[in-house]
């Protein structure tokens, strides 16, 4: 990575904690990633934006910003990127993966939440993410009590913008989420000085689509058995769409998606059990379920998850005869998402039985972060539906920390093995 400190201290940020952090993210990810055997060669250029996570891609926004452009956080599948695009501004996904925020995150959250938070929170108040850092404003949204909540703190360094997600998905509630998309974006014209229009609505519209499109192309492929790329590798792709430049994203997973393609004709069976994953979301780096499980005789082909299926499925209908028909559209594409903070959430089981089948799985994976209510309640509903399919699943409830590594390698393999 090229020096960068004077960037980082321009950012205010914590350089000598800093420092810990860039010290052992390289080793991780070697021993994660670079341990794979045959990866597609597409895979260097997702290498290539990890080892430049803090470099590279931080240098791009401050260009943006030195132009007078803006750089907005979020937390959510929820948030349209669509509108943070279309007013000339950058968005990026700012959920915490680390184990290494988590600390900081204590310091100011009591310490039985979800690490997902723990981590977020973390990583402002330690003042070592260079993303948190070129944010000048960020969007929360009314989902779980702990992320809620949350926001009344990081309110506290960067001014933060919450939408009110509703927790029902009736026509009304459609309707308010509707509001809440228009009030955003008085809020994102008012911050970036630049006027949302019907046709760059419509422009970002399309270019979101289109990110989704490449997205849903990947994992088309991985329904092919075996899949030609590891869950390891498809779950960094779904990483990095949070904060990557959404062209050049789309560009490079299309690439790596030919080469794919190419693949398959020379793949053989492998033998291994194929899992689907659901539950809570995977930020990076969290790799570690992907990376237990994929180092048994096991490969994951789905995730039933926020960096998964729920980030890219359904497209926001692009015909539109004006600004109040297409809003209209992007906030009934945004209500199809089946998230647990939503009651009831029938739609996610379904899709969760659909993707078993789609997908070929053996067995489905549910993965719930520790303290997260509404994943673990919803737990008894899946586990119910899935009994009755005879679909096998399993239930783990961890963090970030590597304590229990050892006790989840043991019960996922009893249940590779089972299935
Ligand atoms: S749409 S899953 S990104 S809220 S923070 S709910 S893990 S306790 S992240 Fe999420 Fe949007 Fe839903 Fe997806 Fe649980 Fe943790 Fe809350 Fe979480």
Known sequence: MGDYRKLWSNLNMNLEKHDVLCAVLP????????????RPEGMNYFNFVVSEVHGLRIEELDNHKKQGGKVIGTFCVYVPDEVILAAGAIGVGLCGGSQFWIEDGEKVLPRNLCP????????????????????????????????????????DYTPVHVMELPQMKREKNIEDWKMEIKEFISRIEELTGNKITFEKLKETVILCNDKRKALKRLYELRKNIPSPISGLDSLLISQIAFYDDPQRFIQKVNELCDELDERLKSLQPNGKKRILITGTPMAIPNWKMHSIIESLNAEIVVEETCTGTRYFENFVEEN???????????????????????????GRIED???????????????????????????YKKVEEALNKENIPVMFIETDYSEEDSGQIKTRVEAFIEMI
Not at 123 to 140: E, H, I, N, R, W
Not at 358 to 375: P, R, W
Request: glycine fraction near 4%.
């Open 320 to 346: 539109a005869n004006d600004m109040d028909e297409l809003i209209e559209n992007i906030a009934r594409r945004y209500m199809k998402v089946n998230c647990a903070c939503f009651t009831p959430n029938a």
């Open 116 to 155: 997902l938070i723990k981590a977020f929170v973390g990583a402002k108040v330690s003042a070592t993410c260079p993303y948190f850092q070129s944010c000048d404003m960020l969007v929360g949204e009314t989902t779980c009590d702990g992320k809620k909540k949350a926001w009344e703190i990081l309110n």
């Open 352 to 378: 969760i039985i659909k993707y078993v089948k789609e997908y070929k799985a053996d067995g489905v994976i549910y993965y719930n972060l520790s303290f997260c209510q509404t994943y673990s309640v919803e």
């Open 27 to 38: 080793e991780i990810y070697s021993k994660v990633y670079l341990s794979q055997n045959d």
